[in-house]
């Protein structure tokens, strides 16, 4: 495909910045308030860490979000590749949930934009995938290694 036209549209892009930043908080806030309540410290500064990683890719989607006057902004997850994670995530009652079935399916949506992205139309879209997705690998990796063995 080339470069100068695209699968997705501008509308559809906002919906997909917008529910990946509203996810990624989310992320944020459960996996940080199990912080306090894990008890080896080698789990407490992962969790930390990777808490403060779902927020920071937070900030890079609101850095990128379309400003598109005619709609409301969102803050919700209403792309349909992301809603399976948010019920994933719903659903977790441990750490473990979050590396087992809520990463997956974030890196599963995430490697279907990253190949729907075009350079020139989506390039930006394109940078915050490629950082966002070396963190999740790097994150579920390391929260495997460490809840595989508890």
Known sequence: MSGTTTQVSILEWADRIESARALELQLASVVGAWVPRIAPTGAKLLLARHARHFAWHAELWDGIVPVLHDRPEGSAVVDESLTG?????????????????????????????????TPIAERPVMRVLDLVLRDLDFDAQEGHELFARS
């Open 85 to 117: 994670a948010q019920v994933a995530l719903g659903a977790a009652a441990e750490p473990k949930a979050v590396y087992d079935d809520v990463l997956p399916l974030v890196v599963a949506a995430y490697r279907q934009w990253s190949s729907e992205a």
